[in-house]
């Protein structure tokens, strides 16, 4: 297992935002404001910018606890540090749910983009997506990483990707596409009525976009690795917000002018490639493909490093006596928790088998949600070396509490058997030790 202390305080503030891009980028961008929109409609951009002001909170309250505790682990290490190992056990295993949940819809993302740009029939989605989880499981146990020049790189192609996925959308969109994203035909060039206001369908689809942006996690924990860290990792936390805030929104608009929020949505439920499908009405012919192929180059990447997290979450909670301890274990080199990495890939694989982005994706917003809730409440406990104000937490804490309330009933029954599965697993794995 690689040790914290022995990285080198290498990164700046280019470095860690590309690093952030590269972790946010991808299915939020490819597939969840796609689902969002389908809930939301017209209203989506407002939805994405309150997902990404909670984000910013709790992200500001992950930079505060990085500063002070930087650990592995992440609000797992934090919740049993400042709270009580109950509390990290909580934030764990939801960390486990939601981001496999996460990484069954990048699974099922990169497959069906694949689909789409082959011309392959839609049945073949499914096994795609397992292969796709079984080949990435494979690397990730064979010590595969990616680097940050391979991480930019990546990043580059899925900015070139979105950019010119805009940029032909443009003229689709400003040609009368207003009709359409108000979900209403407009006869004889009357202008289209307002849609309805509806707070429950904006907060579940703030609550979906909100996934779309933790992957600021990642940037939140480079306290070890960056040269300023009390400096440059709020900066970076703030940077890689707004630029995918702007990222988001120029999509959302592009994508709701052109053919509406409720076509948007519906190109989730068959491919879960819907941003190619919105590409086919630009009458561009190579659009579909550019972005189909930067969609499959942001989510294997995505998938990749989910994978290697979520790895070393279940090894952590194993090593401290939270979960099997057989998941504790390293392969010969040392390097590598070779249970844990074949357990998370039989999870994701299993999730993706279900075949339906909305529901994995509907699992990770209340899973994701009650996380960064502890993550919010650990950082209220820091004392000394604070300098993101108690207020931001506060307010991170009741705007994940508050989306939390408008997920679907059945999603949250879904979550709540899961959690309560895990706190059997942990007394079974503690009553063994």
Known sequence: MHRMATLRRELGLVGAVGLGLGSILGTGVFVAIAIAAGVAGPWLPLAIAIAAFVAACNGLSSAQLAAVHPVAG????YGRRFLTPAVGFFAGWTFLAAKSASAATAALGVAGYLVLMAGWPEPVRVPLAIGAVAALTVLVQAGLRRSNVVNLVLVGITLLALATFVLAGLPTALAGGAGEAAGAAVPDGA???????????L????????????GYGRVATLGEEVRDPRRIVPLAVIVTLITTLVVYLAVAWVGLA?????????ATAGAAA??????????????????????????AGVLLNLILGLSRVAFAMARDGEAPAALARLD?????????????????????????????????????????AVTNVAALRVREGRFVPKA?????????LALSVFVPPLTWAAAAALIAAGFLLRWWARDRT
């Not at 992440?74 to 290490?77: D, P, Q, V």
């Not at 907060?203 to 933790?214: D, W």
């Open 74 to 77: 992440g609000t797992y290490a």
């Open 191 to 201: 202008t289209a009525p307002a849609a309805p206001f509806d707070l429950s369908a």
């Open 203 to 214: 907060a579940f689809a703030a609550a979906l976009s909100f996934v779309a942006f933790t």
């Open 258 to 266: 052109a053919v509406g929020g409720e076509a948007m949505g519906a």
């Open 274 to 299: 819907p941003l190619t499908v919105v590409a086919l009405a630009f009458e561009v012919p190579f659009v579909p493909a550019v972005v189909a192929f930067g969609a499959i180059t942001a989510m």
């Open 332 to 372: 010969a080199t040392g390097s590598t928790p070779t249970a844990a990495v074949w357990a998370i890939g039989l999870a994701v694989a299993a999730l993706a088998a279900t075949g339906d982005v909305r529901a994995t994706w509907s699992f990770s917003a209340v899973t994701v949600l009650l996380y960064y």
């Open 392 to 400: 931001v937490s506060w307010t991170g804490l009741a705007s994940c």
